[in-house]
């Protein structure tokens, strides 16, 4: 990607990229700015910082953060595309498609979940659970398990697209009357346009 467009850069919008269910996360990476479609896996620095911070939030193992390399995250892109398609259909309550649910599903079964035991060396046994297999299928199962749990809670049916024009992003509606992914940013283009729209049909 040669430039980045400048919203990528402002900090509510990117704090915005990592604040909703990590399945809706995940989708929001494909974005629609300024007339273009722009892919942030595509963009190595900005993938980085995106994956290091959601990779906390999902539990594959933050120790790889250095292992985020272009097969890792091209393990990423079809569970991408399977979760768009499902949340899609499943939150205008539409049956999703058998190629998104069969494409989740090998996801998952691609690195399972492996409860583990561990002595803290003083008194305690601890479980933690941990996948199996390389860092990609593990981040691809993570996200696929995310998915899984949105589709399957009541959250589902929060999700919403930004009423911004053009904006694609989703969010999940915890406050019924949330109509942008940011306030500050879409909210204010949004109010910007409808006022100079009025005032250009009263000249
Ligand atoms: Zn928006």
Redesign the pocket.
Same mark, same amino acid.
């Given at each position: 990607m040669d430039q980045l467009p400048a919203v990528l850069s402002n900090p509510t919008f990117t704090a915005f990229l990592r604040s909703e269910p990590l399945a809706v996360d995940l989708v929001n990476t494909r974005l629609f700015l300024e007339d273009s479609w722009v892919d942030l896996l595509d963009d190595r620095p900005t993938r980085q910082e995106w994956l290091i911070a959601e990779v906390g939030r999902l539990g594959v193992g933050g120790e790889d953060a250095v292992g985020f390399t272009d097969a890792a995250v091209d393990d990423l892109r079809p569970v991408r595309t399977h979760a768009a398609a499902a949340i899609d259909a499943v939150r205008h309550g539409a049956a999703p498609s058998a190629r998104s649910l069969s494409g989740l599903n090998r996801a998952l079964r691609a690195a399972p979940v492996v409860p583990q035991l561990h002595w803290d060396g003083h008194a305690v046994v601890a479980a933690t659970t941990r996948r199996s297999g390389p860092l990609g299928p593990r981040l691809a199962a993570g996200f696929a398990h995310a998915t899984l749990d949105l589709l399957t809670g009541s959250d589902i049916s929060q999700v919403r697209r @930004?009423?911004?024009p053009s %904006?694609?992003?989703l969010f999940q509606a915890r406050n019924a009357r949330r109509r942008? @992914?940011?306030p500050s940013? %879409?909210g204010n283009?949004t109010r910007v346009a409808r006022y100079y729209r009025r005032h250009s049909s009263e000249g």
């Amino acid at each position: 990607m040669d430039q980045l467009p400048a919203v990528l850069s402002n900090p509510t919008f990117t704090a915005f990229l990592r604040s909703e269910p990590l399945a809706v996360d995940l989708v929001n990476t494909r974005l629609f700015l300024e007339d273009s479609w722009v892919d942030l896996l595509d963009d190595r620095p900005t993938r980085q910082e995106w994956l290091i911070a959601e990779v906390g939030r999902l539990g594959v193992g933050g120790e790889d953060a250095v292992g985020f390399t272009d097969a890792a995250v091209d393990d990423l892109r079809p569970v991408r595309t399977h979760a768009a398609a499902a949340i899609d259909a499943v939150r205008h309550g539409a049956a999703p498609s058998a190629r998104s649910l069969s494409g989740l599903n090998r996801a998952l079964r691609a690195a399972p979940v492996v409860p583990q035991l561990h002595w803290d060396g003083h008194a305690v046994v601890a479980a933690t659970t941990r996948r199996s297999g390389p860092l990609g299928p593990r981040l691809a199962a993570g996200f696929a398990h995310a998915t899984l749990d949105l589709l399957t809670g009541s959250d589902i049916s929060q999700v919403r697209r @930004c009423e911004a024009p053009s %904006c694609v992003m989703l969010f999940q509606a915890r406050n019924a009357r949330r109509r942008w @992914c940011t306030p500050s940013i %879409c909210g204010n283009r949004t109010r910007v346009a409808r006022y100079y729209r009025r005032h250009s049909s009263e000249g």
